[in-house]
């Protein structure tokens, strides 16, 4: 079963706080419910693959000024069939940024989100079930966007709000504050 692979993640996850509870919860369910769970054309919703990129040496991530959006997020993006979704996460951040040289500090899951894609011309209102990553890389490395992004930045943990103050977002920040993935 595709599934299984997530669903031994997800099990392993423990939340950050209740709002992440929850959407863990909603993410065990509809992987449990959905064996289609990993396909874009799903119309109701889709796992999706993210990473939160940093630099432990100079505690700044990784944002991007995504296209469609217009907002700042970290890179990530449809697993389109793919149910190794830390798989995704490492070729969105790598086709996003053009970092070759990101490595995975954990093959574990660093955050679950799950949020509202609003409709478009092409598409319906739907979910993603975003499973998040944690990626280290070098910031002194030239960043490369591409048509997905209008830009990117290097930004310390302390600023990120300022680019985008959404729970989901400062949730990881204040992850990587408390955290000792880097001693």
Same mark, same amino acid.
Not at 29 to 44: G, T
Not at 85 to 90: Q, S, T
Not at 139 to 168: C, F, G, R
């Given at each position: 079963?595709?599934?299984?692979?997530?669903?031994?993640?997800? #099990? $392993?996850?423990?939340?950050? %706080?209740?709002?992440?509870?929850?959407?863990?919860?909603?993410?065990?369910?509809?992987?449990?419910? #959905?064996?289609?769970?990993?396909?874009?054309?799903?119309?109701?919703?889709?796992?999706?693959?993210?990473?939160?990129?940093? %630099?432990?040496?100079? $505690?700044?991530?990784?944002?991007?000024?995504?296209?469609?959006?217009?907002?700042?997020?970290?890179?990530?993006?449809?697993?389109?069939?793919?149910? %190794?979704?830390?798989?995704?996460?490492?070729?969105?951040?790598?086709?996003?940024?053009?970092?070759?040289? &990101?490595?995975?500090?954990? +093959?574990? /899951?660093?955050?679950?989100?799950?949020?509202? &894609?609003?409709?478009?011309?092409?598409?319906?209102?739907?979910?993603?079930?975003? /499973?998040?990553?944690?990626?280290?890389?070098?910031?002194?490395?030239?960043?490369?966007? #591409?048509?997905?992004?209008?830009?990117?930045?290097?930004?310390?943990?302390?600023?990120?709000?300022?680019?985008? +103050?959404?729970?989901?977002?400062?949730?990881?920040?204040?992850?990587?504050? &408390?955290? #000792?993935?880097?001693?």
């Amino acid at each position: 079963m595709k599934r299984n692979q997530l669903l031994t993640l997800l #099990n $392993q996850h423990i939340p950050f %706080d209740n709002e992440e509870h929850q959407m863990w919860q909603d993410t065990l369910q509809f992987v449990a419910q #959905n064996p289609d769970c990993f396909e874009r054309w799903l119309a109701i919703g889709h796992v999706t693959g993210s990473a939160w990129v940093v %630099d432990s040496s100079s $505690q700044v991530a990784l944002l991007m000024h995504h296209q469609k959006l217009d907002r700042w997020f970290q890179p990530g993006g449809h697993a389109d069939g793919e149910s %190794d979704i830390l798989k995704v996460a490492l070729k969105e951040a790598q086709e996003e940024t053009g970092l070759n040289d &990101i490595r995975a500090v954990s +093959s574990q /899951i660093f955050d679950v989100d799950v949020h509202l &894609i609003p409709a478009n011309s092409k598409e319906a209102a739907h979910l993603h079930y975003d /499973i998040r990553f944690l990626f280290e890389a070098n910031s002194q490395i030239p960043l490369k966007q #591409n048509s997905e992004s209008k830009a990117l930045a290097w930004v310390p943990y302390t600023k990120v709000h300022d680019y985008n +103050s959404s729970p989901s977002i400062v949730r990881m920040v204040e992850k990587m504050k &408390i955290s #000792n993935f880097f001693e």
